[in-house]
């Protein structure tokens, strides 16, 4: 199995900086897309970033030129570098990692247990 870990979240304000991790542990031959996800107050769960093996990155609009994505392949842990926060970042920040497993060989797709980021002053 393949289990993830966040940590990071909290409480800041407006302005403000914020750094989540999420590393993934378990039966793991290899890594291919790893992403933060938010989910705001009785919002839809939305994608935030990405980030491919050989890192390629992607984000949604409204986080571009504040947020960064990296990974770091040899600890098979995603970041999220937050900066210039807002309010309307609060959310739920949940990672999720997708690749393959071994033992048995099979995909995996798996989910974190989110941490919560609160913007406000």
């Known amino acids: 199995q393949v289990q993830l870990v966040e940590s990071g979240g909290g409480l800041v304000q407006p302005g403000g900086s914020l750094r989540l991790s999420c590393d993934a542990s378990?039966?793991?031959?290899?890594?291919?897309?790893m992403g933060w996800y938010r989910q705001a107050p009785g919002k839809q769960r939305e994608l935030v970033a990405t980030i491919t093996r050989g890192g390629n990155t992607d984000y949604v609009d409204s986080v571009k030129g504040r947020f960064t994505i990296s990974r770091d392949n040899a600890k098979n842990t995603v970041y999220l570098q937050m900066r210039s926060l807002k309010p309307e970042d609060t959310a739920v920040y949940y990672c999720?990692?997708?690749?393959?497993?071994?033992?048995?060989?099979?995909?995996?797709?798996?989910w974190g247990q989110g941490t919560l980021v609160t913007v406000s002053s």
């Open positions: 378990g039966s793991i031959h290899s890594i291919n897309t």
């Open positions: 999720n990692v997708r690749g393959i497993r071994s033992f048995p060989w099979a995909n995996f797709d798996v």
